[in-house]
């Protein structure tokens, strides 16, 4: 099992310009969650979604969208990147939603905008 | 969700135990503690959890105060390996994870 993948591992953008990142699980997960880490900060959520077909928003979901293609896809999309949202992007899965799930991360996506 | 508060960083000799305190005192009844750790730019890695009870596991045990108001994650034979970021969080919902920043702990040779 590769677990939680990321695509890409590196992406630098310009100003303004869009992109995707694709989030993948092979453990059957029914739940997944996209976390943003500022440098020298703790995981922010940006979006989950509890289920297949349902995402809710997070701690900062402003400029960003998600989707979830299937069980096993989670994307996250950035319409039009702004400097501030240079980070590194972690794609998360659990098997529910629940108090006691555990979440794994995959090994994250580092995104600089330019 | 309780916010937590941890020490910014630690050092540990290694073959040492390392213990790692987290204050969560404004916990409430239903929520649990986690303890994830972060190796330099990895994704998080899960370690351990618990509600009331002391748990232990292959990696660790996590000391819970009876009045849950802190606890104390215990590597017990700290390596170099375990340099990492270790994060306390205490949750109501997987949905609901606030990582903070954490302690840098450093393991010397």
């Known amino acids: 099992n590769a677990g939680v993948t990321q695509t890409p591992k590196f992406q630098v953008l310009k100003t303004g310009q869009s992109m995707t990142l694709q989030c993948a699980q092979d453990?059957?997960?029914?739940?997944m969650y996209w976390y943003r880490q500022d440098p020298g900060m703790g995981l922010r959520l940006i979006y989950y979604?509890?289920?297949?077909?349902?995402?809710d928003k997070g701690e900062v979901p402003n400029g960003y969208n998600v989707s979830r293609l299937n069980k096993r896809e989670f994307s996250l999309r950035l319409e039009s990147a702004a400097p501030s949202q240079t980070s590194v992007y972690f794609c998360?899965?659990?098997?529910?939603?629940?108090?006691?799930?555990?979440?794994?991360f995959g090994p994250g996506t580092r995104l600089l905008v330019l | 969700d309780a916010k937590t508060t941890q020490p910014t960083s630690m050092d540990c000799a290694e073959g040492r135990a390392a213990n790692l305190p987290c204050n969560h005192s404004t916990i409430s009844g239903n929520e649990y503690v986690y303890w994830y750790r972060q190796i330099h730019s990895q994704g998080p890695q899960y370690i351990i959890h618990g509600l009331k009870n002391n748990e232990t596991n292959e990696m660790a045990s996590l000391i819970i105060t009876e009045d849950r108001k802190s606890s104390t994650l215990i590597l017990p034979h700290a390596t170099l390996r375990d340099t990492a970021v270790y994060y306390c969080?205490?949750?109501?919902?997987?949905?609901?994870?606030?990582f903070g920043t954490g302690t840098r702990l450093t393991v010397i040779p």
């Open positions: 979604s509890a289920s297949e077909g349902t995402t």
């Open positions: 453990m059957n997960h029914n739940s």
């Open positions: 998360a899965s659990s098997e529910t939603s629940g108090v006691q799930e555990t979440q794994y």
């Open positions: 969080i205490v949750i109501t919902g997987a949905n609901n994870l606030f």
